[in-house]
Nanobody, 122 residues
């Protein structure tokens, strides 16, 4: 069974920094794209950042220049360094593994983590 385990959320003051980590465990052959999404109360889940297995990154405009996504393919782990945090960054942050295969001939499946709370106080 594949699981995504997030860690690193918490409470921080505006202007501060937090680092999130998500490790995918289980039988994994490859993961095409790993990323972070967030959902604030009363709002839809939105993309924060994604990174391909080749290292190509994509960021939401709202976090460009403040957040950095990185990945360790050997560990099936994705990281999110969040700097200059703002109260509007407050949300539950979810890890995503897109087009994950457990072997070379298996179907590509999308997985989500349970989420980790990030709260930025003003």
């Amino acid at each position: 069974q594949v699981q995504l385990m997030e860690s690193g959320g918490g409470l921080v003051q505006a202007g501060g920094s937090l680092s999130l980590t998500c490790a995918a465990s289980g039988t994994i052959f490859s993961i095409d794209v790993m990323g972070w999404y967030r959902q604030a109360p009363g709002r839809q889940r939105e993309l924060v950042a994604t990174i391909t297995s080749g290292g190509r990154t994509n960021y939401a405009d709202s976090v460009k220049g403040r957040f950095t996504i990185s990945r360790d393919n050997a560990k099936n782990t994705v990281y999110l360094q969040m700097n200059s945090l703002k109260p509007e960054d407050t949300a539950v942050y979810y890890c995503n593994a897109d087009r994950l295969r457990i072997n070379w001939y298996s179907a590509a499946v999308n997985y989500w983590g349970q989420g980790t709370q990030v709260t930025v106080s003003s």
